[in-house]
């Protein structure tokens, strides 16, 4: 049944990430790994990282009441609050009712809503339930909230440079700028052990970094044969990849990202789509008759596909690649930090293309979808999100640590995760006015926060609990 609503999907959008973070080619020569490996192989720039008074929620507080204050939205008009997160402070108290003080302050406690957890994937999930609620019978007519925040630190060894830290916060509703073409969504969802955080105590996931890989393309490949046949059953008409301006994928690190959008021509290549040229057939020929699983061990394909795809992927994807590259993997936060990079890029070519997202959580759950952008009315429109956000300012303002304090650092988290009774530095020199930081843990667990003064003349205010 058609929704009553037209042109749901995202009407703002804010991204807030820590200023703290280390250059990936220092790291590499501090983990004596050979030179490129974590630029060229992975890909990546740079990775931000939270310090003692930053983490999941604090990044959230500040990405939320930036977005409610920039776009000057009455916290009233909020009526479901979503949080993806995988980043686990509690095993019970979800993220949303800390955010919760926000609007309480307003006498806003009316909202539905709670977190979602799948590694990546839940702020997809609650995305997708945010827009099915504008979208249904049991709406009233305020905006969806949506926020996406994890901080992704993994131990020492050849994992720890996929790391990343952030939080995106998307204001959601009808007329939207960034609109979702809800008939077109194709999901494969499947048991693996991939990547996983059994071990309650320690931050840091189990991973089978291979496996993820393959689980990660396999999920794509499921994803976009489903999204054609629905695309091509409602159109009449088949899909490939000429038929989508973007390409967003979530982004562990960049090079997985090369070798997805690949994949895709590949897939194109397989169901013979008209656009691809005979250079092209050439180059992939010879692995037509592949199974399956040996085309996920085929470095050979690998290489070709990339070469095939090269020019399309400087085209349709490298423009989404900015803030993954120099933030580092977001879990939650990566596939809208991707699509934030578009819009910073290339906001004023933007209205009238399709975008098509692919969402992956390990262990695993993935989604394909896509969004028809539209110029939008102000403030709701694509080039006030770009302001609003205004990445360059951000990527600039940051603070670039020595690889000895980086793993200093880490120690640090490592001893505070799962601890109370402690409070922290309370140094926030390093952070813009206006930020979040925690100030203490309780012996009852309980987290305390404060926030930046914007103004010399303020006082820093604590929130929570009469603190
Ligand atoms: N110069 C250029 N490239 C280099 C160099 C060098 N000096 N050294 C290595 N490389 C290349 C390798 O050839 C390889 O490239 P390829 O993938 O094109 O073959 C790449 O760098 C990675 O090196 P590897 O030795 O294959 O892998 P490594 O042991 O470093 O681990 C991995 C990489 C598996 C991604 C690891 O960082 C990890 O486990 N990360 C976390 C898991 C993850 O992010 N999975 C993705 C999906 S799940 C999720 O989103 C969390």
Not at 99 to 120: K, Y
Request: charged share 20%; with cysteine.
């Amino acid at each position: 049944m058609a929704s009553q609503q037209k042109n749901v999907g995202i009407l703002a959008m804010e991204i807030y990430f820590p200023p703290t973070c280390i250059q990936q080619e220092v790291l590499e020569v501090h983990d004596e790994v050979s030179k490129g490996k974590y630029t060229i192989g992975l890909g990546q720039d740079c990775m931000a990282f939270c310090t003692e008074v930053e983490d999941v929620i604090s990044m959230s507080l500040t990405a939320v009441t930036s977005l409610l204050q920039k776009y000057k939205i009455d916290p009233k008009q909020i009526g479901r609050l979503e949080v993806g997160s995988e980043t686990v402070i509690d095993k019970s108290k979800s993220i949303k009712t800390f955010l919760m003080q926000v609007f309480e302050e307003s006498g806003n406690t009316d909202i539905e809503g709670v977190d979602s957890t799948n590694a990546c994937y839940g702020g997809t999930a609650a995305l997708l339930n945010c827009v099915n609620w504008v979208e249904s019978n049991s709406w009233d007519g305020r905006y969806g909230l949506v926020v996406c925040t994890d901080s992704a630190v993994y131990a020492k060894g050849p994992a720890r440079p996929t790391g990343g830290a952030a939080a995106i916060a998307m204001l959601i509703g009808p007329d939207a700028p960034i609109a979702f073409e809800s008939k077109f969504r194709a999901s494969h969802m499947s048991h693996a052990y991939d990547f996983y955080k059994p071990n309650l105590a320690s931050e840091y996931p189990v991973v089978d970094g291979k496996l993820s890989q393959t689980c990660y393309l396999m999920a794509l490949d499921s994803c976009y044969k489903r999204f054609c046949h629905k695309y091509e059953k409602l159109e009449g008409k088949q899909f490939s990849v000429a038929d989508g301006d973007y390409f967003v994928f979530h982004s562990p690190y960049n090079k997985l990202v090369q070798k997805s959008f690949a994949r895709l021509l590949f897939n194109d290549y397989l169901r013979n789509a008209s656009f691809i040229d005979a250079a092209a057939k050439e180059k992939l020929a010879p692995f037509s008759t592949l199974t399956g699983d040996e085309s996920y061990q085929s470095r050979d394909l690998e290489k070709a596909t990339q070469q095939a795809a090269k020019p399309l992927y400087d085209v349709k994807v490298q423009p989404t690649t900015l803030i993954p590259k120099q933030v580092g993997n977001m879990y939650t936060a990566s596939l809208y930090a991707a699509l934030a990079s578009l819009l910073h890029n290339k906001h004023n070519s933007l209205a009238g293309q399709r975008v098509v997202m692919f969402s992956y959580g390990s262990g695993l759950t993935a989604t394909i979808f896509s969004f028809h952008l539209r110029d939008g009315q102000h403030p709701f429109s694509l080039s006030n999100i770009v302001s609003v956000m205004n990445v360059d300012k951000k990527l600039k303002s940051r603070h670039e640590f020595p690889p000895e304090k980086f793993v200093e650092t880490m120690k640090l988290m490592e001893h505070r995760y799962g601890a109370k009774d402690f409070v922290t530095s309370k140094d926030c020199s390093l952070l813009a006015p206006g930020t979040y930081y925690l100030t203490e843990v309780d012996s009852m667990y309980r987290r305390f926060y404060a926030k930046k003064a914007v103004g010399a003349m303020t006082e820093n205010r604590s929130l929570a609990n009469g603190h």
